[in-house]
Structures are given as structure tokens and as C-alpha cells.
């Protein structure tokens, strides 16, 4: 079901599985959250969490989750 459009501003629509699934993938995210694009994972993550995916990043319907992806890279200047 999952849907964006892109602008100025992309709109991107979920169902609540996926935006449950991301929300969990998000949270596994390492790396610098004011040096890296983990700073915009993290901005979604809240986005998520405000409206109300509570999640836990260790689990997700009874299965674990392993593994992990880290951002190590200065993430690029914002667009003025």
C-alpha cells in the first residue's frame, strides 16, 4: 500500500504495518544524529513516534531483529 509523491515536500503513505515496520527499522540505525544522515532518520523516527508507533526496536511481532546500519559519513549541507 505504501505511496509517495514528490515536491518541494514528499508525502509518503503507509499503512500501519509498514509505517510500524519502518519504525522499527529506523530505531537500528547508528551514526551521528548531528554529523550524519542519522540526524534524518532520527527526525522520521519522531515524526512516527508523535503520531503515535511506539515500537520497540528489538522486536516486532514476537521476531527479533539483528543486525544494524550505521551512518559514518558527514551527511551534505541542506539545500538553501
Known amino acids: 500500500m505504501a505511496t509517495a ?3 518541494d ?7 500501519v504495518d509498514e509505517a510500524e515496520t519502518l519504525c522499527v527499522v529506523l530505531r537500528k540505525i547508528g551514526g551521528s544524529p548531528s554529523k550524519t ?3 534524518y ?3 522520521i523516527y519522531i515524526a512516527l513516534y508523535q503520531a503515535g508507533f511506539n515500537l520497540s526496536y528489538n522486536s516486532m511481532d514476537g521476531y527479533e ?4 546500519m ?3 559519513k558527514q551527511r551534505p549541507k541542506a539545500k538553501e
Open 41 to 43: 532518520t532520527e527526525a
Open 9 to 15: 515536500v514528499t508525502t509518503l503513505t503507509l499503512s
Open 37 to 39: 544522515r542519522r540526524g
Open 65 to 68: 531483529m539483528r543486525g544494524a
Open 5 to 7: 509523491s514528490k515536491g
Open 70 to 72: 550505521t551512518f559514518d
